[in-house]
T-cell receptor
Framework: DGGITQSPKYLFRKEGQNVTLSCEQN?????MYWYRQDPGQGLRLIYY???????QKGDIAEGYSVSREKKESFPLTVTSAQKNPTAFYLC???????????FGQGTRLTVV | LAKTTQPISMDSYEGQEVNITCSHN???????ITWYQQFPSQGPRFIIQ???TKVTNEVASLFIPADRKSSTLSLPRVSLSDTAVYYC???????????FGGGTRLMVKP
């Protein structure tokens, strides 16, 4: 059963701690993306990767870091430098730039 | 980067046809137009994509005029389950292909 999996669904962290959100896909997609969504708002692109070992900053990359060591995995680390990390985080993947993107179910991060 | 403008919200009733228009005056020659649907606390779902004229699938139709400065997503005979946010995206590169604006919040009433 192919798809894109984000874990965990809910995550709580104390302020000042780094936290890593998992995103795994078994769709053999080259491109992967991370978005942030705040309540009542649209999605904002954090980072994206078109191939393994390469990634690009999106609109709001400050305070976040990513890695793409394997085609299937694109973890996102929310660092302590991110001023307001509480949000809904969505990961997506696509075969290529012109094709349909598939999204995970999201991780809701709450920093207290 | 082509910017898109959509109505913030729309109301409709079950069984009606809903048309959501997206303005993209600065669309580039190679840009595609893509629409996604998002339910609360879920990731967006691809609905339809087009380049020019008309595209139809089992879910919706997408109308694109010759100048491509706007596009209209048409949902036939909506039901309560079509209540969601609909996003219009314009682009051709991985960096802007998935640039989401605020979307249109569609509320379908009984």
């Amino acid at each position: 059963d192919g798809g894109i999996t984000q874990s965990p669904k809910y995550l709580f962290r104390k302020e000042g701690q780094n936290v890593t959100l998992s995103c795994e896909q078994n769709l053999n997609h080259d491109a992967m993306y991370w978005y942030r969504q705040d309540p009542g708002q649209g999605l904002r692109l954090i980072y994206y990767s078109q191939i393994v070992n390469d990634f690009q900053k999106g609109d709001i990359a400050e305070g976040y870091s990513v890695s793409r060591e394997k085609k299937e995995s694109f973890p996102l680390t929310v660092t302590s430098a991110q001023k307001n990390p509480t949000a809904f985080y969505l990961c997506a993947s696509s075969i290529g730039v012109f094709t349909e993107a598939f999204f995970g179910q999201g991780t809701r991060l709450t920093v207290v | 980067l082509a910017k898109t403008t959509q109505p913030i919200s729309m109301d409709s009733y079950e069984g009606q046809e809903v048309n959501i228009t997206c303005s993209h005056n600065n669309i580039a020659t190679n840009d595609y137009i893509t629409w996604y649907q998002q339910f609360p606390s879920q990731g967006p779902r691809f609905i339809i994509q087009g380049y020019k004229t008309k595209v139809t699938n089992e879910v919706a139709s997408l109308f694109i005029p010759a100048d491509r400065k706007s596009s209209t997503l048409s949902l036939p005979r909506v039901s309560l389950s079509d209540t969601a946010v609909y996003y219009c995206l314009v682009g051709k590169n991985a960096g802007n292909m998935l640039t989401f604006g605020g979307g249109t919040r569609l509320m379908v009433k009984p």
